[in-house]
């Protein structure tokens, strides 16, 4: 049983393997990935329309630093950031120790967080071609979004949408490690679902709300790192040096949430019951 984090080329090597292990799993979902992405596109239309009457609302004709078309963009990249963070419905590793299939994972040779991670980003992979695409297209069919200007967002935004899937992965590993003490897992999950929804940016821009709160959201929470930091830099809502501190607070969140997970497992590993035959 592996209680540790480090690695060399084996460990990279494994890693990159479950990276395409991944890839493949999740590619085999055509007719889901298919309906997801339409699904995503359909809220699209409701939320995009929403915001754009706030905006419109305003004496100013904008809102939060966002112009109708950035809006239109925030709308629609988070749309089909949904899907490649993965904010909601990944249950496998609290099934696994209802089950208690998870003591397979520790006697692997890779750590349980680790294999998951590479697992996950295989998935964020795939979900990037297919279920970010589609949203991203039919917005810049029937709205006028705005294209960054600059050429250094584009690997930016890169970068920043690869924190998120980090930070988005070791937050949903948390809530479904709790299964270790709870077994039951649904309440945290509901929870989760509400909490993201409202403090990750999806539901609104967090820079509606007012500018104190927004900075204890920032630094205080990983929140705003899985999906408002992205929209912020894609959009180009700052100036360039503020974005790439943006996107070094998401390095550091995705740092800390990794090795709280690391931990996490260490006290999961020593209150393990196996359910089941």
């Not at 590619?27 to 339409?38: D, E, G, L």
């Not at 239109?72 to 990249?77: E, G, I, M, N």
């Not at 490649?84 to 609290?94: C, K, P, Q, S």
């Amino acid at each position: 049983m592996r209680s540790d984090l480090a690695t060399g080329p084996s460990q990279i090597t494994v890693f990159a393997a479950l990276v395409k292990a991944g890839f493949r799993r999740y590619a085999t979902y055509r007719q889901a990935t298919a309906a997801n992405a339409f699904t995503n596109s359909v809220f699209g239309f409701l939320r995009c329309f929403v915001l754009l009457a706030a905006l419109a609302g305003t004496a100013t004709g904008s809102a939060g630093g966002y112009s109708p078309a950035q809006i239109a963009t925030y709308c629609w990249v988070s749309q089909g950031m949904i899907g490649v963070i993965m904010l909601w419905g990944w249950t496998d590793l609290g099934d696994r120790i209802r089950s208690g299939d998870v003591v397979t994972d520790l006697l692997r040779p890779v750590h349980p967080v680790l294999s998951y991670l590479a697992i996950d980003v295989g998935r964020a992979g795939y979900a990037a071609l297919t279920r970010f695409v589609v949203p991203v297209a039919v917005g810049a069919i029937f709205f006028d979004l705005y294209a960054p200007q600059r050429v250094i967002t584009y690997p930016l935004f890169a970068v920043s949408v690869v924190a998120a899937v980090v930070i988005c992965f070791a937050c949903r590993y948390l809530i479904n490690a709790a299964a270790f003490w709870l077994l039951d897992v649904r309440g945290v999950n509901l929870a989760w679902t509400f909490a993201t929804g409202v403090l990750a940016g999806l539901a609104f821009p967090l820079h509606f709300l007012p500018t104190p709160l927004v900075w204890i959201l920032w630094l205080g929470t990983p929140f705003p790192s899985m999906l408002q930091a992205s929209l912020d830099v894609v959009v180009e809502r700052s100036p360039t040096p503020v974005l790439i501190g943006v996107v070094a607070i998401q390095a550091a969140w995705a740092v800390v949430v990794l090795l709280i997970c690391w931990y996490v497992q260490r006290r999961a590993e020593r209150r393990l019951v196996i359910q089941g035959g």
